[in-house]
């Protein structure tokens, strides 16, 4: 095909252009909103999360986390800041686990899958998971998140 023959859209998103129309916008998740989500369904393990809540999630987390001890080292001195991050993670721990656990049904997959880890390599494998764009369609879990 020559240049002058080059399609303006590329040929892939031709083809897929009909059925995108069928489904319905999904609108953007922003911080706050995920956040928020976190929060209100920290024992929700059923359900999908999609990447936006995971990593607007696990980005509060450091942000949170680094913000409170640096005050705390200020206000208390080092011996008082060198808890404050364990104390942070375990309050935190079981949102965090929620939503890694939905994070993970939205790429259809078993929550189980999150003692990938436990294996050494298996971090890696994660990783790669939930950087993943979650299915397009309803799944076992349940239909897409809005």
């Avoid at 706050?32 to 024992?43: E, H, I, Q, R, T």
């Avoid at 364990?86 to 929620?98: K, R």
Wanted: with cysteine.
């Amino acid at each position: 095909m020559s240049p002058i023959e080059t399609p303006s859209a590329p040929v892939n998103r031709q083809a897929t252009a009909g059925r995108m129309s069928a489904m319905p916008a999904i609108p953007s998740m922003g911080f706050g909103g995920a956040v928020a989500a976190c929060f209100s369904k920290f024992v929700d393990f059923s359900g999908r999360a999609r990447r936006a809540e995971y990593w607007y999630w696990t980005l509060f987390v450091l942000l949170f986390t680094f913000s409170v001890t640096l005050a705390v080292t200020f206000l208390f001195g080092e011996l008082a800041a060198d808890r404050t991050p364990g104390i942070i993670y375990l309050v935190l721990l079981l949102p965090g686990f929620a939503v890694l656990v939905r994070r993970l049904h939205d790429t259809d997959r078993s929550g189980w899958w999150c003692l990938l880890p436990a294996t050494g390599l298996g971090a890696i494998v994660l990783l790669v998971w939930l950087c993943q764009e979650g299915t397009k369609a309803p799944n076992r879990f349940g239909p897409r998140t809005t």
